[in-house]
Every structure is written in structure tokens, then in C-alpha cells.
């Protein structure tokens, strides 16, 4: 049975820009499929505002394609690619009205003006600003004025839409909010999506997959449970969530089970209030460092004999939880399952004792 392989919403080639002597993409390959929700997730200064700007022809690369929908488009201008942009600061007109400023994009484009005004309020509707047609950008509150900037993108009805940071300037609780609206959004209007953040979480909570970006290259893309779970770099696996170096392998925070030794009761059930689990086929032994109680979960630091200091993430099952805090300073076994274990490329093999395996 033959099958066409649909074009790649995006793909990228050998994709260069410098700015005198700053090499700002260094060579970026990517390939975007139609309808994902794709993020570009680094430190700032990695280059992620560059490419964007290089998708949607604000710049034009030093060298290197983009293709939409499997057009060549790098010699194109902005208004002739099938893309919009949602910039971090919104970018709306001061002067007009929400309605206005949704309807500018159609406007440009000629379109008639009672269709421009219907699709207008369908996506003002979709962003649920029913009612606010006639406030002008400064009567709103952020998270509002962000949905109007997707509105603004989205009555356009764009193959692909770049956002740009789009909720940056958010406070945390909006932000989670705008998240989750943002993925239901992307999803029933079907639209590819490419999302830049310097935020892990919210790269990995909203992608179909994410490339990690670093000194203008691509570290790794997966999706987020590979680049969690299977970081490719030491850098990636530093800046996606935190790592545990024991010995010659990393191993995450919630992966590790810390049993309080001393208790009379180190290899059954944890006492009350103490975190259980089960042992796991690795172990080491340490002391308490530190141990933070964090409502839903506590969390220790532990320095192991090995020299390791290592950071572990215990659900706080038990009613007494909080008890766990007079833990610091006790002596602890740390395990954990030999399949939760990575090896980075370019970490240099640990010349301390390896932490303790028994059997
Ligand atoms: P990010 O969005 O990941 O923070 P940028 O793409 O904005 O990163 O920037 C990447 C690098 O390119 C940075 O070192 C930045 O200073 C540089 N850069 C970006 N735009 C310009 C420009 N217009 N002129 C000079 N340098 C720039
Ligand atoms: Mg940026």
C-alpha cells in the first residue's frame, strides 16, 4: 500500500543567522509536523526568537532554508507566508477598540467588512472575550490582553502561529490558566503551533514535542517524556528538570525513595509518617542534609558516602507528613530502579566511589 507522506508544517535546513560577530543560530535542522504543538525551549539567548523570526521572515537567514508546508519560502516576505506571530508583549494598537484590533489582520486583506466583523467576534468568541468588543487595550487586564493578541492571530486562521514567550508577562496563576487554554485552542482549531518558552514545565506540559536549544543550536527534540527521561546531553539534562549525578549515572528527584534508617524497621513499611515506597534494585546510603516540606510533596537533600549530593522528590502520602522534617541529620537509604538510571554524552564518568549495589 503506498501512502504520500504530507509535508512538514515547518522544516527547517542548516539554518543560519549571525549578527556581526554572534553566531545566533548555528546551524538548526527541524522538522514540524502539521497540526503539533511544538516548542522550542532554552535559556534566553539560545536563539529561539531568532529562528521564530526567521519562520515567519521578520530576518533572513545567513544561510539555510525554511520551508512551509513544503514551499520553499526564505526568499519570501512576512505577509506572504502562511504563518502569525504572537509576540511576548502583545504588540496591540492602543488606539482601537479589541474589535478593531482583531479585525486589523482581515482589514489588511481586504476582506468585506461583514465578514471581517463575524469572523472577528468567532474568534474573540474562542478566546472567550464575548463582551469586550469595545474596550481598548489599556481598560484590560494582561491575561486579557494576551487573548486578544491570539485572537488577532487566530481570526487570520494561520496554517502556523509562532508565539513568542506569550506568557512571559503573565503572574504564575494566569499562566497556568492561559496554558491550558492555549492547548485547547491549538486543538480544536487544529493550527501548528510553535511555542517558544525558557520555561522546562511549561514546555513539557504543553508539546507534542520540544527541541531544546542551546548556544543557537538544537541540543535534542523529542517529545517531552524523552527529554526527561532520556536527555541526549549533559546540558539538556540540566536544564529539563534536575539531576542526580551518582557515580556514573543520572538519576531524577522523583525517582529516588529515601528510607530513614535506625527506625527498627528498614526493610519492611516505612513507620507512620515516614516516606515509604519500594526499595528499588539500587541503593546508597547517606545523611539527611536538608529536608523541605512542600505541602504536596517534601523534599531531601542527601549527601551520600559516595560524596554525591543528591536531591530527593517523596510524595506526602501520610497524613502526619510534615512529621518528616525532623528527619535532617538522619541517616537514610536512598533507592531507586536501575531503569530510571541515564547516562549523558559529555558527562565525565564520576571519579568518586561508586554508590553502593547490592546483590
Ligand atoms: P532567545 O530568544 O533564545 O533569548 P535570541 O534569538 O533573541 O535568543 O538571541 C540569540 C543571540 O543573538 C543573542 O546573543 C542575542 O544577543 C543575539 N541577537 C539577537 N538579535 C540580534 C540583533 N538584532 N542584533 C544583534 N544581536 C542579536
Ligand atoms: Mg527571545
Redesign the pocket.
Known amino acids: 500500500m503506498f501512502s504520500v507522506m504530507p509535508a512538514s508544517a515547518v522544516r527547517i535546513r542548516d539554518l543560519r543567522?549571525t549578527?556581526?560577530s554572534?553566531?545566533?543560530?548555528a546551524g538548526v535542522d527541524l522538522d514540524i509536523g502539521d497540526g503539533e504543538f511544538f516548542s522550542?525551549l532554552?535559556?534566553?539567548?539560545?536563539?529561539?526568537?531568532?529562528?521564530?523570526?526567521l519562520i515567519a521572515g521578520f530576518?533572513r537567514p545567513t544561510s539555510g532554508t525554511v520551508e512551509l508546508a513544503g514551499r520553499d519560502v526564505t526568499g519570501l516576505a512576512p505577509f506572504d507566508r502562511d504563518v502569525n506571530t504572537v509576540f511576548q508583549d502583545y504588540a496591540l494598537f492602543p488606539h482601537l477598540d479589541v474589535l478593531r484590533n482583531v479585525e486589523y489582520g482581515l482589514k489588511v486583506r481586504k476582506v468585506a467588512k461583514a465578514e471581517r466583523r463575524k469572523r472577528a467576534l468567532e474568534a474573540l468568541h474562542s478566546v472567550r472575550l464575548d463582551g469586550f468588543e469595545a474596550r481598548r487595550p489599556a481598560e484590560l487586564s494582561g491575561g486579557q490582553r494576551q487573548r486578544v493578541a491570539l485572537a488577532r492571530a487566530l481570526v487570520n486562521e494561520p496554517k502556523v502561529l509562532l508565539l513568542?514567550?506569550p506568557l512571559g508577562a503573565l503572574d504564575l496563576k494566569l499562566r497556568e490558566e492561559m496554558q491550558v487554554e492555549l492547548k485547547t485552542i491549538q486543538r480544536r482549531a487544529g493550527i501548528t503551533f510553535v511555542f517558544?518558552t525558557?520555561d522546562q514545565e511549561e514546555a513539557l506540559t504543553l508539546s507534542d514535542r520540544v527541541a531544546v536549544?542551546d548556544g543557537?543550536r538544537v541540543q535534542q527534540v523529542g517529545t517531552p517524556a524523552e527529554v526527561y527521561e532520556h536527555p541526549a546531553t549533559e546540558f539538556v539534562a540540566g536544564f529539563v528538570g534536575t539531576t542526580n549525578r551518582i557515580g556514573d549515572v543520572c538519576v531524577r528527584p522523583e525517582k529516588l525513595h529515601v528510607r530513614i534508617l535506625g527506625g527498627g524497621d528498614e526493610d519492611g513499611t516505612a513507620p507512620a509518617g515516614e516516606p515509604a515506597g519500594p526499595p528499588g534494585d539500587r541503593h546508597a546510603e547517606g545523611t539527611v542534609a536538608e529536608v523541605v516540606y512542600a505541602g504536596a510533596v517534601t523534599r531531601f537533600v542527601v549527601d551520600l558516602e559516595s560524596g554525591d549530593r543528591v536531591v530527593a522528590l517523596q510524595q506526602n502520602l501520610a497524613a502526619s507528613s510534615m512529621e518528616v522534617t525532623r528527619h535532617r541529620g538522619a541517616r537514610v537509604r536512598v533507592g531507586w530502579q536501575a531503569a530510571h538510571e541515564f547516562r549523558v554524552a559529555g558527562a565525565a564518568p564520576s571519579t568518586e566511589t561508586p554508590a553502593k549495589t547490592p546483590n
Open positions: 543567522k549578527f556581526g554572534v553566531e545566533a543560530v522550542m532554552g535559556p534566553s539567548g539560545s536563539g529561539k526568537t531568532t529562528v521564530l523570526r530576518e513568542d514567550e517558544v525558557h536549544l543557537g
